[in-house]
């Protein structure tokens, strides 16, 4: 900012003038070196007291308003500064400075076409102006930057925008236009809490900026927060009423809002099919509201659950925790319906990933049933080798044990290919070790509860299948299979 840290000396008036005008000038200039003492001790508010002083007693000295405008450069206040530098060269077209100060102003503020036209003054003046040159070369460069940000918003590449602003920023420090694109781009990056920032940032300084108050409403509608979020969006329609992108995220907002809360109703109603569909109608109003689809998501993995389709509440529940890993009830969820379609790895996967987020009690136990399940599903499943269910009777289990047994026993498949008799043999003793324990309480008990049946004397491999079955068939004299028919089979006892 080498335009703003010097100020001017102005050469004593070589043509006699009236008293009062001479005693106006020597005023004024001891009011400028007074003003340039508190610059140089970086006191920027003493030195615009002074400097404004000497403009009163001079108001047509183009140097005064060029200290002005560098003191106020350096504090910030470059719309100020703007119009001093432009007084200044409106006074003398010739003043090398104020077209820098100007050109200078006009780039902080993002307006980089007009900084060209000053720099580009600057160099008429002065073609050997090395600072002219190199503020021309950032202006062009911010002008790269903003067409390079405008295509890729249009690719909805937010982080090269950000990137790009970022750029354009340490040229254009005051520059709002582009910290509101920043701060929109980062907010659609889910970057809340910095979007936030720069947004509040503006708003202190400008508590009408509408574009402001839409990317405050913006972070708050993509956190969910969609009743705050309307409030701002509404406001920001107040400041601009044809502010085109808070009208549609006002709209979508509340149409949101709407849908979700039917289908909350629908559902607590028992109307599952209801529900269903507004969950839907909600998930296709804003791809980009990434909480709120993701709970849609997870509301609808809950209706299917409900309609005991589990597959589409396993994959609702997975597009849930795409768009939010952070979301434990999409774990939850999911995780229940794993464990209601047998997928134990699945389910102990997605408790384990609660259970390391949240250390709670019901979300240890809740792993802990999935890897008990898990451990059974690894054994036998001798409910499954008998063909019944977990919760079928004493006489259930007899019967379906009776059936089994003769289907598979190795006499009535003699006359088959060694393979085949070898395959059912295997489901022979399968079909008798099921029995063996799933008909002794003490061994159905420990087997229900996951515990190892080799305790405790249990050992599987020391039983033999075929005095299971001739125990329960029972007969001194044993059975036998006779054919009666091609494929067909009958059994006798002796």
Do not use: W
Not at 83 to 100: E, I, K, M, P, T
Not at 321 to 328: F, R
Request: net charge neutral.
């Amino acid at each position: 900012m080498a335009a703003a840290a010097e100020c001017d000396v102005v050469m004593a008036a070589t043509e006699p003038e009236l008293l009062d005008d001479e005693e106006a000038k020597r005023e004024a200039e001891s009011f400028k070196e007074q003003g340039n003492a508190y610059y140089a001790k970086k006191d920027y508010n003493e030195a615009y007291n002074y400097y404004t002083k000497a403009i009163d007693m001079c108001p047509k000295n183009a140097s005064y308003y060029g200290n002005r405008a560098a003191t106020l450069m350096m504090l910030g206040r470059f719309q100020e500064a703007l119009g001093d530098a432009q007084q200044s060269v409106r006074l003398d077209d010739s003043f090398v400075r104020g077209h820098l100060r100007e050109g200078k102003c006009h780039l902080s503020l993002g307006n980089a076409m007009a900084a060209c036209r000053s720099f580009q003054r600057a160099l008429d003046l002065d073609h050997k102006n090395t600072q002219a040159q190199q503020e021309f070369k950032n202006a062009h460069a911010v002008i790269e930057y903003e067409k390079i940000a405008e295509t890729d918003f249009e690719k909805r590449d937010f982080r090269k925008v950000v990137f790009c602003m970022d750029r354009a920023l340490e040229f254009a420090p005051a520059c709002h236009r582009f910290k509101i694109l920043k701060a929109e781009c980062l907010a659609m990056l889910g970057r809340y809490p910095e979007a936030q920032s720069v947004a509040s940032d503006i708003l202190r300084m400008d508590s009408t900026n509408a574009d402001a108050l839409y990317v405050r409403g913006l972070c708050l509608y993509y956190e969910d927060c969609i009743e705050k979020a309307v409030q701002f969006f509404v406001q920001a329609l107040r400041m601009a009423p044809d502010h085109e992108k808070a009208c549609v995220a006002c709209r979508n907002a509340k149409a949101l809002k709407a849908k979700k809360e039917d289908g909350n109703k629908a559902f607590k109603e028992g109307n599952y099919k209801l529900a269903y569909e507004l969950y839907t109608e909600a998930l296709g109003i804003d791809p980009n509201n990434i909480k709120t689809n993701a709970k849609l998501f997870c509301n609808r993995g809950t209706v299917n659950s409900k309609l005991r389709k589990l597959d589409a509440a396993i994959k609702d529940c997975t597009n849930a925790v795409k768009l939010d890993d952070t979301y434990i009830k999409a774990y939850l969820r999911r995780a229940q319906c794993y464990m209601d379609t047998e997928q134990y790895d699945e389910a102990v996967r997605d408790y384990e990933k609660v259970y390391q987020t949240e250390k709670t009690k019901e979300h240890k136990q809740l792993l802990k049933n999935a890897q008990l399940e898990l451990k059974k599903s690894k054994r036998k499943d001798y409910y499954k080798i008998l063909g019944v269910d977990k919760n079928a009777s004493e006489d259930e289990i007899k019967k379906a044990y009776r059936k089994r047994a003769l289907m598979h026993h190795p006499d009535r498949h003699s006359g088959a290919s060694a393979e085949v008799q070898k395959e059912e043999e295997k489901k022979f003793k399968e079909v008798g070790e099921a029995f063996t324990i799933l008909s002794d309480p003490k061994k159905k008990t420990r087997y229900d509860s996951g515990q190892d049946l080799d305790e405790e004397g249990m050992n599987m491999g020391d039983f033999d299948a075929n005095n299971i079955f001739k125990a329960f068939f029972g007969g001194p004299g044993g059975f036998s299979f006779e054919a009666s028919g091609p494929g067909n089979f009958f059994f006798q006892f002796g």
